[in-house]
């Protein structure tokens, strides 16, 4: 038995082995012959990329102990980039009037098999078609800065150090046999509580490898894995409404969700007694302006809304057009001038980190570790984005922009249903501020802005049950210390300034993976973040957020479905 196990592992070795030669071959030599061979009125290419992953992807959806839905197959996905000019000055970030979006060229379909040729074919037509509309706007480009006789002071592509890596994926995708059977199990769980409606399980687990070849010499084989299991369920009140909750479980291994049964299933019970309290709520909650204290993983989730979602740590360069020597002149002026200004963007106190290479965060497991990004760009162990408030850094990939001249290498691969893409994302983040309360001092401050403010209460905003997305108990916090539950869906914490107006933090740290409305599952990050903070001017509109299709009454009670 040893000797068999040992052999298929030699086996698997070589396969591995003989893969990765085929597809950087490939790369390496029709980019070679790109370099050398393509040109087109004086211009040629003068920086290539090229990415390819090989993944295998498992859809799998179940329904009261069924499945009703399971797939799963190779996916291929692939990228690149092709500049005309130099570093200084190439054909990106610029658009005019005949810009047009090469994706809508005509592509082969990428080969499922690692075959030499085939990969070449597929790369000589992606470069060919790439570099024509490349060449056509560095030529548009370089026409109007004469034209206009323009200084261009920033630089359209960041020079990073020759990097090389190869990291053997320490994950393997689980057999379908036992996904399903879990998957059964799990969605079997709610034949046991008559008053669910419907409920809808997922799962999609991306396994696999990204290989990475760029005409500096950069090249890297790293793992891309990622599974999300996500829990929806309706329960249906006697008036014919619905109210509705998600529950999420993030990992890269799909082990560390399939032997998490007790745990989702002991969420499930608390997911549905929840809902059920909610489906015969009567006191739900109002608008409201004022104090709140957001607590446990809420806390993460508005850090994220206000992080991410409107890019206030995320890099960001417009394309310019040169229409008029002042235009120019304006974008760069003004690139200069936010790059120079001081940038507040939370109250005193706050600092924000990214730390990519962490794996591990005071023990527990962290989900967004980055060896190298997508562009060949290997990550500093701790980079500073937010000092006491003001904005130190941005994320941000090898185009220069304000705040962030430099590549930080954060922009990140992501592998959506066969498709490799790259965008600016978050990797982990850790919030810390220097002014830290215990929850019982940030609760007396928060009475204590009720009184100053002469309010009838402040809010205290918490999960109705550890894990859920959507479902909040809101408890009002009277002058005189009374308590009083109201029920609602969570608030939009995405408001104007509102990480300035943060006046108290918990001492106590939570971690949170893919937190608030900004989180995908194509790629994972992590948030580490004090469990608890107080912000002043909170708005809340009161209404309840979850309910829908009211004029649907089906027969109640529902059938049974137990076997």
């Known amino acids: 038995m040893r000797n068999s196990v040992f052999l298929l592992l030699l086996v698997t070795i070589h396969f591995a082995h003989a893969q990765k030669e085929v597809i950087f071959s490939a790369m390496q030599d029709e980019m070679q012959r790109n370099l050398n061979e393509l040109e087109k009125d004086g211009n040629a290419p003068f920086y290539i990329s090229y990415s390819l992953s090989n993944a295998t992807w498992q859809s799998v959806s179940a329904l009261f102990g069924s499945i009703t839905s ?32 090469v994706s809508y060229l005509s592509y082969p379909a990428i080969p499922l098999e690692d075959d030499y040729q085939a990969i070449r074919r597929f790369f000589w037509i992606a470069t060919n078609n790439i570099f024509e509309e490349a060449n056509r706007l560095y030529k548009s480009k370089i026409e109007n800065i004469k034209r206009y006789a323009l200084e261009y002071p920033l630089a359209d592509f960041d020079q990073t150090p020759v990097e090389k890596l190869e990291v053997t994926n320490p994950v393997q995708p689980e057999k379908m046999e036992v ?34 070849h760029n005409s500096e010499g950069t090249t890297y084989q790293i793992p891309h894995n990622s599974v999300a299991l996500v829990i929806r369920v309706d329960m249906l009140s006697e008036s014919g409404s619905f109210k509705n909750d998600v529950l999420t479980f993030f990992d890269a291994d799909p082990r560390n969700v399939l032997d998490n049964k007790k745990e989702i299933k002991d969420k499930i019970a608390q997911m549905v007694q929840a809902l059920t309290q909610r489906v015969s709520a009567q006191n739900t ?8 204290l957001i607590t446990e993983e809420l806390s993460a989730s508005f850090f994220a809304d206000n992080l991410l979602m409107n890019q206030q740590i995320g890099a960001k360069r417009e394309p310019l057009s040169i229409n008029s020597k002042q235009q120019a002149l304006n974008y760069f002026q003004n690139i200069k001038k936010n790059h120079e200004a001081e940038e507040r963007i939370a109250s005193s106190g706050i600092n924000i980190y990214a730390i990519p290479k962490a794996g591990t965060f005071n023990g527990k497991r962290l989900l967004g570790q980055v060896l190298i990004d997508g562009e060949g760009v290997v990550p500093p162990d701790t980079l500073l984005i937010c000092q006491n408030g003001k904005l130190i850094e941005r994320l941000n990939s090898r185009t220069p922009s304000a705040k962030a001249y430099r590549s930080n290498g954060h922009y990140l691969n992501g592998l959506a249903y066969g498709t490799l893409f790259r965008a600016l994302s978050p990797s982990n983040l850790l919030i810390e501020s220097k002014t830290k309360s215990t929850y019982k001092e940030l609760k007396k401050l928060l009475v204590e802005n009720i009184v100053n403010e002469e309010l009838e209460y402040g809010l205290i905003i918490k999960p109705a049950y550890p894990g859920s997305k959507t479902l909040v108990t809101f408890t009002k916090v009277f002058q005189d210390g009374k308590e009083e539950e109201v029920f609602g869906s969570t608030p939009n914490f995405l408001q104007n300034n509102i990480l300035k107006r943060i006046v108290g933090t918990g001492s106590d740290m ?18 580490i973040c004090p469990e608890s903070l107080l912000v002043k001017g909170f708005e809340i509109k009161g209404q309840d957020g979850y309910l829908y299709n009211e004029s649907y009454l089906p027969s109640i009670p529902m059938p049974d479905r137990k076997p």
């Not at 909650?285 to 709140?292: H, K």
């Not at 971690?511 to 989180?519: L, V």
């Open 179 to 212: 996904v399903e059977s879990f998957m059964k199990e799990i969605s079997a769980v709610f034949n046991d509580y008559e008053k669910v409606f419907r409920s809808d399980i997922s799962w999609n687990a991306i396994n696999g490898e990204i290989y990475f």
């Open 510 to 527: 939570t971690i949170s993976h893919n937190p608030g409305n900004y989180s995908e599952y194509a790629r994972n990050y992590s948030l």
């Open 285 to 292: 909650i109002e608008d409201f302006y004022g104090p709140v």
């Open 70 to 101: 399971s797939k799963e197959q190779r996916i291929k996905g692939w990228n690149s980039r092709v500049m005309v000019g130099d570093y200084q000055i190439n054909d990106e970030n610029y658009q005019d009037k005949g810009d047009y979006d």
